[in-house]
């Protein structure tokens, strides 16, 4: 009895069901958990896909921990690695702000080295410390050099960039593997395919990497820096978060856009330089060794920030000498860029999946 | 003279035939709005996969087969990613093609350099084949040029243009919503025709090994993906045009062809960049010469736009 009555005063609330809502905004901590979740499944994926493969997992993984972080030695590697990494990552970082992709950076690499090298083997002899930069500043404009047409194409006639700046890069390499194994290759051990050693090197620091990780980095703080806080670099993430507020606000787009994608391809060439002079020592094929388009994942992982490209560089870094170590258990550099796509898909996939949430909402 | 004409051209179809699978997936993809960057890494696969399948007794055909169906099932894997989630279109293409190449390159490697024990024969057409210079080009080639140039161009004309199903995808790709309050179906669709595309992409991979390179080696397909990427681009969007195209951007490989047969002074790597170089070019004439005019310049209008119903 009471409870009919009870139900007549207050009427059950109406039926309630599980929703799928979209977020305009993703939060941090949404964010956070997304990025945790890709890599929690990444390894589980990785894993399993090495334990089908028949690889000793559990050997792998202590060894990649002593490899990396556990010497000095891995330690020292991580950070070589992590040099040409930041700057290939900030090249599509920087390029990202603006809207523009772009996924040549291991032709601005090749071009970057090329020119490098060809300072420092055609140019007379100078004081260490002053042709350095000399290859430093050749590197860079030939990085910038590399992206000029692309940078047209897009800018004033709508060509797309990412085609255009990835064909290059195939061209890119082709001209450096052609001139290393021909017209300028080592005269005295004409058995390798490549230049004569370059004596100019970038000088050590005290535990064994080299100096091209402080140049990475002050590269990027310096470039941070200018797009935070500078009239400029406002006008550069306007231009690239609403087209037509940055039209209204009288932002030549154009001149942004062609000006970030020359300082996109200057980072990457100068990349080219860093991995010459720090690492490689001679020009060859191959040299770039995906360094530019490891930067695309890095940038995208960052999800377009500098701070963040250098952290996710040195993680990279120990994912690229990970890979080094494995190259004797038969796994190639090429499983490593595999073993990265599959990373790049997870998160882009996760990203997406964040703005999604269930609400309980009513039924009409 | 007559031969070297007859040579250049056969290069040229063959080369182009690659081009013109793999385009018209990619422009399939397009049309429903979906931007695929992941056709060097499909066609990675495809190519191994046929010769894995090949080496391993089975027909060409069951090779084809095979690879395309691997093709639906990465495209279903993309199409998860780029349709149902809506996550970024370019991130994930770029994704596909590392893990193709990577993970082509690493199955790959016993495979390395072994011949491919069984290619598609030539079939000669009768009489046409026999017609100076284009003859051996055009009517005497293997199952898959046909297929790739004749067959393949026509079904997909006649669908975008001749079919309600053809103005329903079409629409798909320029205003899903209007397409959406007509009644149909724009996540059906663009899942359905992003798997095409990448099973077609994956028997463009096929073909390289199977019609054309008789050996698999890493990087094989060398760029041929960004290529057949911008010639949907060159060839406005367009089914016949795609295939038209196949052709001019093939010839850009049989120039190399050429210099080999007489011996021309040039360095080789002048042909080996013409490709890439050539598919620039191309572009910028194309951009270049519709100017201002009102034509379809910058493809479908919703591509590389996820579409959400409650942003209508």
Redesign the interface.
Known sequence: MTAISSDKLMPSPPAKRWRLH?LPNVDRKRRMIAYGLSLLIWFILVGAGLALASFPVKDIAIRSISATLGSSYGLQQTLTLAAPLILTGAAVAVAMRIGI?N?GGEGQFYFGAWAAAGVGLFLPEGPAWFMLTLMAAAAAIAGAIWIV?PAV?RAY????E???T???S??AS??V??LAA?PWRDPVVPTQAATARIVYELPALDDGAHLGILIALGAVAVLGLFLNYSKWGYEVIIAGANRDVAVYAGIPIRRRIIEVMLISGLLAGLAGMIELTGVVHRLQGGISNQYG?LG??IA?VAGGSLTGVAIVAGFFAILLNIGVSLQTQ???V?????????L??I???A???A??SFRRVATS | MIELLTGMLTTAVIAGGVLALAGMGELLTERVGVFNLGLEGLMSLGAVGAVIVVNAGYSPAAAVAVVMALGLVLGAIFALGTVALRADQVLCGIALTFLGVGFAAWIGRPYSGQIVHTQFAPIAIPFLSDLPIIGKAFFQQNILVYFGYVALPLLVHLLFFHTRHGINLRAVGENPAAADAAGVSVQMIRFGYVMVGSALAACAGAYLTLAFVPAWTEGLVAGRGWIALGLVTFANFMPLQVTLGAILFGTLSSFGFAAQANGWPVPSVVFTIMPYVGTVAFLFIRALSQRGSHRLIMGPAALGHPYFRDER
Do not use: C, K, Q
């Open positions: 979209r992709w996924i047409i194409g006639l709508g060509i797309s990412i085609i255009t990835l064909l290059l195939f061209v082709f001209l593997y052609y021909g388009a695309i994942p995208a038969g796994l190639s090429h499983s490593v860029l595999g073993i990265t796509g599959l790049l898909f998160i882009a996939a990203e997406a999946a703005r999604f």
